[in-house]
């Protein structure tokens, strides 16, 4: 016998420790009501801080009408970089690895699929009415917010587009928010890592559950809550329904993409 060679019980085993885990894809646990409310303090907590608490702190020692917009900005980057530095701990937590094909599957970030788990074959084409939808829900009246944090009232005062002038490096900072916001922050911590866990502890209303939360994590601006919740139906049930994130991210980031295309004309003036 060969020194190296197996038995064809033990070669048949090994063979089947490397398929059946590949078979049986990325498993998701459920989690407790417990642990959802967790994670949500562990993202809406610190936003709420640091736009309440240490935006006006680091604004007290800056010059210019803009510093209370600039400490903003920079204090919720740091917000949202943190969602995404929190997705990632858990997923690694949760799964032992971060290899591109788990973390995938881990938060649902493949193309739309029907509910039965088939491919769609114009999967794509759902983000029309959502993005139409979303556009109308972010036109509805909102309650009246502080004029200091009003940030379209600033890119539109002649101060905001002072300081917005040639000034690349804010731009990019914006950019940077825009980002972690609707890719890499919120979404991918709602829809990429807690709608998809969020079953066990609220049945088949998981993606309802899953927008109030959305909605009123958004205590660093509370005046967006009561239109917020209507997302649920724009972002979080379409995400559940068509099993991916992508939905939820695609369409939040029009938001972004629109901010920064208007942020940009004013560098370039």
Known sequence: MAPFSESPTRSRLYKEHLVLPARRGTQIPQYTLRSVLGIWAAAALPMAALAWLVAPSMAAGMDGPSALPRALL?????????????????????????RWQVVKDALWLHRPRRPDGSPMRWA?????????????????????????????RFLESDAGQ????????????IVVLGIFNTVLGEEL?????????????F????????GVLFAVYHLHMPWVIATALLDAFVLSYPSKRYRSAWIGIAVHSAQTVAISAAVLALVLS
């Open 74 to 98: 920079a204090s919720l980057t740091v917000g949202l970089i943190w969602q995404f530095v929190l997705v990632l701990v858990l997923v690694h937590r949760e799964q032992g690895t971060l």
């Open 124 to 152: 794509w084409l759902v983000l029309i009415p959502l993005l139409v939808a979303f556009a109308a829900t972010d036109r509805l009246p909102t309650p009246p917010m502080p004029a200091s944090r009003d940030m379209g």
């Open 162 to 173: 002072s300081f917005l002038s040639d000034n690349w490096t804010w731009l990019a900072v």
């Open 189 to 201: 911590l709602f829809r990429g890592l807690l709608l998809p866990r969020m079953s066990g502890a």
């Open 203 to 210: 049945g088949r209303w998981d993606w309802a559950a899953n």
